[in-house]
């Protein structure tokens, strides 16, 4: 989906993108993580060419991005910022509807967007359509923002941060509503944030960067467990590095199926599949059990998962 | 209920005040008899005030627009990626337009323009643009990065950006300008009769030469009303737009 090639951007003659060559597969969650001033934002910032690159080559579905008008291709990239950028002089409906009216869609056709995808973000449209920015909750803000770069159904999605500036608790059901929109439309995101806890639970693939360059590039689990350098075991850190990788397996990948131990059964709430070990282990934690039911969203038993079972 | 808010209404007032005296100035007759007695006559008659003001309202209308867009024009280009090495250079002309006397500038002008409307109109434009710039510049760099992001980020042209975001969140700072400009206009442009140029200052300075008192009052009265009045409609031209506009 998307491809930098020896891509370099410098500022007074300092690289802050050094030579910086990696692919996106299409659908996956890439997520950018490093210190402020590492090359993240520059390096997404490029994809949908805010700025524009010294050197290098960056292509989006196999199309140079410099050959393409800016605007039109923008268009075709949601883009979601830290302090959301919403048009302060615009309802929620119009912020939202901001690129389907650049793209000339339909009156009709909008208003349907606006109103399924306030829904898909947890904001009743009866009562957000009409509000203005000013009159929504920091979270709330969030959603719209994120609402807007989804609206005219782009394949690819670049956020900055979006959630840094919002409450923890906030702040965990956003996450955890953008990996379900992910699940579930496919789109290839790429997502910039210091939060190696934020990376850790949303990304397919993490970019760990430091000084313009990438310093590792691999999966959530890969990272944990083989950090290709010091830089990297620094970064994520040896502290908890326990609980860190729980939190990237899910129950699905522990859970003993239904009749493979005919003794085994669990009383209880069920667990989804997809849950973490470390959501699971805190479910244990506070049911005062050592195993849990496993269900599919339409309640099915899928099997049951153990205390023995997380540290395995 | 809402009858008695329109006729709690300075506006409505004041504006009635202003026409009844520019229309119907002759019935203060006695009063100005009684009040500067001996004075012949005692209501200014060698042209009619309705004919004055409109004369007045044209000199500030046409200084004004033009100051309003060229200033505006002028803050756009400077907070353009293009413009920008050009701040400076405007700050100082703007200012210089601002600190220069408009009698300095009219006693420029007729040299080179001659007597009438047009020595005035010069004057009046070059001494409006300074608060509009700044207040459109003010604006516009008001408008959040983020905003400016956003909207660069979404695929919005320079353009789109410049006439859908910046300048309806600069508004309302740019008509602030705007209402400065054209409220010091209105007293200024009085000087524009030493130069032939016919305003409601005609009268004044027509008395202060002549030594009637009568004329100097009938024409300051007016041109003080047309002022506030003005003052008043941009008061309530803001209070809509902050309206349509919040957040």
């Given at each position: 989906m998307i491809a930098l090639d020896h891509v370099?951007?410098?500022?007074?003659?300092?690289?802050?993108?050094?030579?910086?060559?990696?692919?996106?597969?299409?659908?996956?969650?890439?997520?950018?993580?490093?210190?402020?001033?590492?090359?993240?934002?520059?390096?997404?910032?490029?994809?949908?060419?805010?700025?524009?690159?010294?050197?290098?080559?960056?292509r989006v579905g196999?199309?140079?991005?410099?050959?393409?008008?800016?605007?039109?291709?923008?268009?075709?990239?949601?883009?979601?910022?830290?302090?959301?950028?919403?048009?302060?002089?615009?309802?929620?409906?119009?912020?939202?509807?901001?690129?389907?009216?650049?793209?000339?869609?339909?009156?009709?056709?909008?208003?349907?967007?606006?109103?399924?995808?306030l829904e898909l973000l947890r904001l009743d449209p009866a009562a957000y359509r009409g509000k203005y920015p000013h009159q929504l909750s920091g979270g709330e803000q969030q959603r719209a923002g994120v609402?807007?770069?989804?609206?005219?159904?782009?394949?690819?999605?670049l956020m900055d941060e979006p959630f840094a500036a919002v409450d923890p608790i906030t702040r965990d059901a956003l996450q955890g509503e953008l990996a379900?929109?992910?699940?579930?439309?496919?789109?290839?995101?790429?997502?910039?944030?210091?939060?190696?806890?934020?990376?850790?639970r949303l990304a397919t693939m993490i970019a760990v960067m430091n000084d313009g360059r990438i310093a590792?590039?691999?999966?959530?689990?890969?990272?944990?467990?083989?950090?290709?350098?010091?830089?990297?075991?620094?970064?994520?850190?040896?502290?908890?590095?326990?609980?860190?990788?729980?939190?990237?397996?899910?129950?699905?990948?522990?859970?003993?199926?239904?009749?493979?131990?005919?003794?085994?059964?669990?009383?209880?709430?069920?667990l989804a599949p997809e849950t973490s070990l470390r959501d699971a282990l805190s479910a244990m934690t506070q049911r005062h059990t050592d195993r849990l039911p496993v269900a599919d969203a339409e309640g099915r038993a899928l099997g049951v998962i153990t205390l023995s079972d997380l540290v395995r | 209920m809402r009858g008695t808010k329109a006729l709690?209404?300075?506006?409505?007032?004041?504006?009635?005040?202003?026409?009844?005296?520019?229309?119907?100035?002759?019935?203060?007759?006695?009063?100005f008899h009684w009040a500067f007695p001996g004075v012949e006559p005692v209501v200014y008659d060698r042209a009619s005030f309705?004919?004055?003001?409109?004369?007045?309202?044209?000199?500030?209308?046409?200084?004004?627009?033009?100051?309003?867009?060229?200033?505006?024009?002028?803050?756009?280009?400077?907070?353009?990626?293009?413009?920008?090495?050009?701040?400076?250079?405007?700050?100082?002309?703007?200012?210089?337009?601002?600190?220069?006397?408009p009698v300095a500038v009219l006693a420029i002008a007729v040299p080179l323009i001659g007597f009438g409307a047009w020595p005035t109109v010069v004057a009046l434009f070059l001494y409006g643009l300074l608060p509009i710039i700044e207040n459109a510049i003010a604006g516009l760099e008001g408008v959040p990065q983020a905003v400016r992001e956003a909207a660069d980020g979404m695929g919005l042209t320079p353009w789109q950006r410049l006439r859908?975001?910046?300048?309806?969140?600069?508004?309302?700072?740019?008509?602030?300008?705007?209402?400065?400009?054209?409220?010091?206009?209105i007293g200024t442009a009085t000087i524009g009769s030493t130069v032939g140029a016919l305003t409601l200052g005609t009268p004044i300075f027509d008395g202060l030469v002549a030594n009637k008192l009568p004329f100097v009052i009938e024409g300051a009265v007016l041109v003080a009303l047309f002022a506030i009045l003005t003052d008043m409609l941009f008061g309530r031209l803001d209070r809509w737009l902050r309206r349509s506009m919040p957040g």
């Open positions: 370099t951007k410098r500022y007074d003659g300092r690289a802050v993108v050094d030579d910086l060559s990696f692919d996106i597969p299409a659908g996956a969650f890439c997520v950018l993580l490093g210190t402020s001033g590492c090359g993240k934002s520059t390096t997404l910032r490029l994809i949908n060419r805010l700025i524009e690159a010294d050197a290098g080559t960056i196999g199309e140079d991005v410099t050959q393409l008008p800016p605007e039109a291709l923008r268009r075709r990239i949601g883009y979601a910022i830290q302090s959301t950028g919403l048009f302060p002089h615009w309802t929620v409906a119009d912020n939202i509807a901001t690129v389907p009216r650049l793209l000339k869609w339909p009156a009709a056709r909008v208003g349907a967007r606006v109103d399924e995808l609402a807007r770069a989804l609206a005219a159904d782009p394949e690819l999605l379900h929109i992910h699940r579930s439309t496919k789109k290839t995101v790429v997502f910039v944030t210091h939060d190696i806890d934020e990376a850790l590792q590039l691999a999966t959530p689990l890969d990272l944990l467990e083989r950090p290709a350098n010091a830089f990297v075991s620094d970064f994520v850190g040896r502290h908890g590095l326990g609980l860190k990788l729980l939190s990237v397996r899910k129950v699905a990948d522990r859970l003993r199926p239904v009749g493979q131990c005919a003794g085994d059964s669990a009383e209880g709430e069920p | 709690a209404s300075p506006l409505l007032w004041v504006g009635l005040l202003f026409a009844a005296l520019l229309l119907r100035m002759e019935a203060l007759r006695p009063f309705p004919e004055l003001f409109l004369a007045h309202l044209r000199l500030v209308a046409t200084a004004s627009l033009a100051a309003a867009l060229v200033g505006v024009s002028l803050a756009v280009f400077v907070t353009r990626p293009a413009g920008r090495d050009f701040r400076t250079m405007v700050d100082l002309l703007a200012g210089v337009g601002q600190t220069f006397p859908t975001v910046e300048l309806p969140l600069a508004a309302p700072l740019i008509l602030a300008g705007i209402r400065v400009s054209v409220t010091i206009a």
